[in-house]
Antibody, heavy 122, light 113 residues
Framework: QITLKESGPTLVKPTQTLTLTCTLS??????????VGWIRQPPGKALEWLAV???????YYSPSLNSRLTITKDISKNQVVLTMTSMDPVDTATYYC??????????????WGQGTLVTVSS | DIVMTQSPDSLAVSLGERATINCKSS????????????LTWYQQKPGQPPKLLIY???TRESGVPDRFSGSGSGTDFTLTISSLQAEDVAIYSC?????????FGQGTKVEIK
C-alpha cells in the first residue's frame, strides 16, 4: 500500500525558508518510472502544482515559483524534501506530496498525503 | 503554462439528478504518440486530500463508482455524475499533465439542491 506523509513547521515567518519533508511508504524512488510531486492549496482556493522529482533525479518546477523552489530526494531515508525560500503570507497553504508513475503511459498523481498546513505570519 | 478553466464555479443538483462539470484547456492535452488525453479529474471533500477519480480523460480509477464518467478530447472535457448521491458533495478539479509543467483548474463546488 502506497502512503505518503508530509512533515514540517506549521508556522514560518516572512522571509524565512520553508523545508518540508515527504516520507514515502510502500514504494521507492529507486523504482523506474516513479515520481513524487508537491502541490499546495491556499485556504478556500485552488490546487497549485509546485514541483516533481523522478526516480532518475529529473526535476521540474512551476515556472512562477522556480527561483524559490528546490526539490531533492534522500533514498536512504525514503524521503523527498521541498525547500521554498523567501516565504510570504500569500504562501500560507496546505502543502501536499503525491505519487505518480510515468512508465508506459504516464499517470497523474494517484496517491496523496494528508497534507500539512503552513501559515506564514510574523 | 496550460491554463485550465472550469465551468461552472459551483452548481446545486437534486439527489438522483445529473451533474455536469466542464473543463477547457488553453491548448490541446492530447498526446500525439498514443492518442491519450492527459486530463484528470479529482474529487476533494473538506479536510481531505484530492482523490483521483478519472484519468486519461475517461478512465475511471479502480474503486470509483460508475456514476462518475469523463469525456472529451483535445481542449474540452466533461465530468458527469449520472445520479448525484449525498456523498458526492465535494469540490471537483480538473488537471493536466500533458507536459512537464502541470496545472489545475480552479475547482467546481457541487452541492445538493
Amino acid at each position: 500500500q502506497i502512503t505518503l506523509k508530509e512533515s514540517g513547521p506549521t508556522l514560518v515567518k516572512p522571509t524565512q525558508t520553508l523545508t518540508l519533508t515527504c516520507t514515502l511508504s510502500g514504494f521507492s524512488l529507486t523504482t523506474s518510472g516513479v515520481g513524487v510531486g508537491w502541490i499546495r492549496q491556499p485556504p478556500g482556493k485552488a490546487l497549485e502544482w509546485l514541483a516533481v522529482i523522478y526516480w532518475d533525479d529529473t526535476k521540474y518546477y512551476s515556472p512562477s515559483l522556480n527561483s524559490r523552489l528546490t526539490i531533492t530526494k534522500d533514498i536512504s531515508k525514503n524521503q523527498v524534501v521541498l525547500t521554498m525560500t523567501s516565504m510570504d503570507p500569500v504562501d500560507t497553504a496546505t502543502y501536499y506530496c503525491a505519487h505518480r508513475r510515468v512508465s508506459g503511459t504516464p499517470r497523474p498523481f494517484d496517491s496523496w498525503g494528508q497534507g500539512t498546513l503552513v501559515t506564514v505570519s510574523s | 503554462d496550460i491554463v485550465m478553466t472550469q465551468s461552472p464555479d459551483s452548481l446545486a443538483v437534486s439527489l438522483g439528478e445529473r451533474a455536469t462539470i466542464n473543463c477547457k484547456s488553453s491548448q490541446s492535452v492530447l498526446g500525439s504518440s498514443n492518442n491519450k488525453n492527459y486530463l484528470t479529474w479529482y474529487q476533494q471533500k473538506p479536510g481531505q486530500p484530492p482523490k483521483l477519480l478519472i484519468y486519461w480523460a475517461s478512465t475511471r480509477e479502480s474503486g470509483v463508482p460508475d456514476r462518475f464518467s469523463g469525456s472529451g478530447s483535445g481542449t474540452d472535457f466533461t465530468l458527469t455524475i449520472s445520479s448525484l448521491q449525498a456523498e458526492d458533495v465535494a469540490i471537483y478539479s480538473c488537471h493536466q499533465h500533458y507536459n512537464n509543467l502541470q496545472t489545475f483548474g480552479q475547482g467546481t463546488k457541487v452541492e445538493i439542491k
